[in-house]
Nanobody, 116 residues
Framework: QVQLVESGGGSVQAGGSLRLSCEAVGSTFNINIGSWYRQAPGKQPELVAVISRDGFTNYGDSVKGRFTISTDNAKNTVYLQMNSLKPEDTDVYYC??????????WGQGTQVTVSS
């Protein structure tokens, strides 16, 4: 059973930074694709960023140039560095991974709050 453990959320003022971490805990689990989504209550999830095992990345238009997704394959961890945060970035952020065996897993979500 794979478990994704998220950390790093919190409250910050506009212009500040946060780094989210998502560790895949499981003896044989290897991340093939890692991604971050965010979702506000009553809204559809929004793709924030995605990264493949070989380093290909893609970002949502609203975060390009401010957020950076990365992985540490040795630690089975996906990171999201968020800079120049804006109040509209306030949301619950979810990590999603797809293993090399095609197993899809979601994290429990972590709250990010940006005040103006």
């Amino acid at each position: 059973q794979v478990q994704l453990v998220e950390s790093g959320g919190g409250s910050v003022q506009a212009g500040g930074s946060l780094r989210l971490s998502c560790e895949a805990v499981g003896s044989t689990f290897n991340i093939n694709i890692g991604s971050w989504y965010r979702q506000a209550p009553g809204k559809q999830p929004e793709l924030v960023a995605v990264i493949s095992r070989d380093g290909f990345t893609n970002y949502g238009d609203s975060v390009k140039g401010r957020f950076t997704i990365s992985t540490d394959n040795a630690k089975n961890t996906v990171y999201l560095q968020m800079n120049s945060l804006k109040p509209e970035d306030t949301d619950v952020y979810y990590c999603k991974t797809i293993s090399q065996d095609g197993v899809v897993s979601w994290g429990q979500g972590t709250q990010v709050t940006v005040s103006s």
